[in-house]
Nanobody, 123 residues
Framework: QVQLVESGGGSVQTGGSLRLSCAAS????????LAWFRQAPGKEREAAAR????????FYADSVKGRFTISRDNAQRTVYLQMNSLKPDDTAVYYC????????????????WGQGTQVTVSS
């Protein structure tokens, strides 16, 4: 099976930056679609960013476009989320997720999940 381990969360001030990493194990990693979800207290989990295998591109929620960048390094079996110009509304637990193609950014599309990492942005 696939295991996902996240790191890079923390606390920053408004306008700051963080880079999240998710290291994966598993034979089928290169064939997975990958995503970063986030969940704030009292809100539903939503897809902030997702990326396909080495075929298509990356997709972002409107709320993070222009500020977040998702990337993957299949050789390192790692997916990243670079977060710039952070806002208090970005405060959430962030989860990486992997699913078998095709995926559409729905929770049920993803078979494997990381443990989550807290991101806190103070005003």
């Amino acid at each position: 099976q696939v295991q996902l381990v996240e790191s890079g969360g923390g606390s920053v001030q408004t306008g700051g930056s963080l880079r999240l990493s998710c290291a994966a194990s598993g034979y089928t990693f290169n064939g997975f679609d990958l995503a970063w979800f986030r969940q704030a207290p009292g809100k539903e989990r939503e897809a902030a960013a997702r990326i396909s295998t080495n075929t298509a591109g990356a997709f972002y929620a409107d709320s993070v476009k222009g500020r977040f960048t998702i990337s993957r390094d299949n050789a390192q079996r790692t997916v990243y989320l670079q977060m710039n110009s952070l806002k208090p509304d970005d405060t959430a637990v962030y989860y990486c997720a992997a699913g078998y193609p095709p995926t559409w950014g729905r929770l049920r599309d993803y078979n494997y999940w990381g443990q989550g990492t807290q991101v806190t942005v103070s005003s």
